[in-house]
């Protein structure tokens, strides 16, 4: 079953160096999204992306975040110079974008867990 | 803006017997669904919820939907370990739209 790929699982980073979080979503998808997750906390939406273009962020997803789809397969979320409480566990999804009457759900990777020092 | 909220956040629940969790939600939504997500893990999708009165079951799992109530239910029949994860449910607004996640109920099933 196809499946979205993130790489790298952990990522360990100082305080205010950049980091670049990258997935592969399926490939007949064509809406991508990145989430994070607090630990112990819920899952809160970052940002949604099709057409090469952002469709939706939210207050999160501030001027230090970006996200991009530099070729066919990959997806981005860069965040330019971290913070401490951007330590979470972020996860991308992709879905198919088909209309509302789908049954078919957001699939997610496995999830990077980013950890700043 | 839709908000979701689930009760209860810890269900602890012996082995053989039945529960129930809630999942309310503040406006209308598209499309309820129920994930499930071990501890470090991804999350699986369990349950796509369409409309009302939607009834969808797998193994000793059966969710169910209530438009009118804003209300969905995730029934555990005959607990299992094996069952044991932290359960989800969330909602969309519209095609391909943001998923807007419950706050999770943390399920273990104890022997």
């Known amino acids: 079953e196809p499946e979205v790929t993130q790489t790298p699982s952990h990522q360990v980073t100082q305080m205010g160096q950049e980091v670049i979080l990258r997935c592969v979503p399926i490939?007949?998808?064509?809406?991508f999204y990145w989430y994070r997750q607090i630990l112990g906390q819920k899952v809160e939406f970052l940002v949604s992306?099709?057409?090469?273009?952002?469709?939706?962020k939210s207050e999160i997803f501030d001027d230090q975040f970006s996200v991009e789809r530099p070729d066919g397969s990959n997806f981005t979320l860069k965040i330019r110079s971290t913070k401490l409480e951007d330590s979470a566990m972020y996860f991308c999804?992709?879905?198919?974008?088909?209309?509302?009457?789908?049954?078919?759900?957001?699939?997610f990777g496995d999830g990077t867990r980013l950890s700043i020092l | 803006e839709l908000k979701v909220e689930q009760n209860p956040l810890f269900l602890s629940m012996q082995e053989g017997k039945n529960y129930t969790i809630y999942c309310n939600y503040s406006t209308t939504s598209d499309r309820l669904y129920w994930y499930r997500q071990d501890p470090g893990k991804s999350l699986e999708s369990l349950f796509v919820l369409l409309s009302n009165g939607a009834v969808k079951q797998e193994g000793r799992l059966m969710a169910s939907l209530d438009t009118k109530a804003r209300l969905s239910t995730l029934h555990i029949t005959a607990a299992v370990h094996d069952l044991s994860a932290t359960y989800f449910c969330?909602?969309?607004?519209?095609?391909?739209?943001?998923?807007?996640f419950g706050t999770g109920t943390r399920l273990q099933v104890t022997l």
């Open positions: 969330a909602g969309d607004t519209g095609t391909a739209s943001k998923l807007t």
């Open positions: 999804a992709s879905s198919d974008g088909k209309s509302v009457y789908s049954n078919q759900p957001q699939h």
């Open positions: 992306f099709y057409n090469n273009e952002i469709s939706e």
């Open positions: 490939s007949n998808h064509l809406y």
